[in-house]
Nanobody, 125 residues
Framework: QVQLVESGGGLVQAGGSLRLICAAS????????MGWFRQVQGKEREFVAA????????SYRDSVKGRFTISRDNAKNTVYLQMNSLKPEDTAVYYC??????????????????WGQGTQVTVSS
């Protein structure tokens, strides 16, 4: 069983920055692929970023490339999402997810078996 707890969301003006943090339980965290997803009410949950088990391979949705950075600290069982140059269209609930079956990090939502409770990010114009 893996528990994920997100923090770091909030209200920020357009152009500002936030850093989301996902703290994970489990002794084998360093083997998991990890991802960040986001969801606006009434819409599908969408991929934002993913990172492989070592942190050496990352991927992003096109709209956040160059603005968001995913990283991880396996010693602290933590994954981060640094969000810069935020835009109103980034407003959503952001979720952290763990793929315990594979370590490469994927954009496919259904590969992730464990999810956090989400943290709200609101970007005002």
């Amino acid at each position: 069983q893996v528990q994920l707890v997100e923090s770091g969301g909030g209200l920020v003006q357009a152009g500002g920055s936030l850093r989301l943090i996902c703290a994970a339980s489990g002794r084998t965290f360093s083997r998991y692929g990890m991802g960040w997803f986001r969801q606006v009410q009434g819409k599908e949950r969408e991929f934002v970023a993913a990172i492989n088990w070592s942190g050496g391979i990352t991927s992003y949705r096109d709209s956040v490339k160059g603005r968001f950075t995913i990283s991880r600290d396996n010693a602290k069982n933590t994954v981060y999402l640094q969000m810069n140059s935020l835009k109103p269209e980034d407003t959503a609930v952001y979720y952290c997810a763990a793929d315990t079956d594979a370590g490469w990090g994927t954009s496919r939502r259904y590969n992730y078996a464990y999810w956090g409770q989400g943290t709200q990010v609101t970007v005002s114009s």
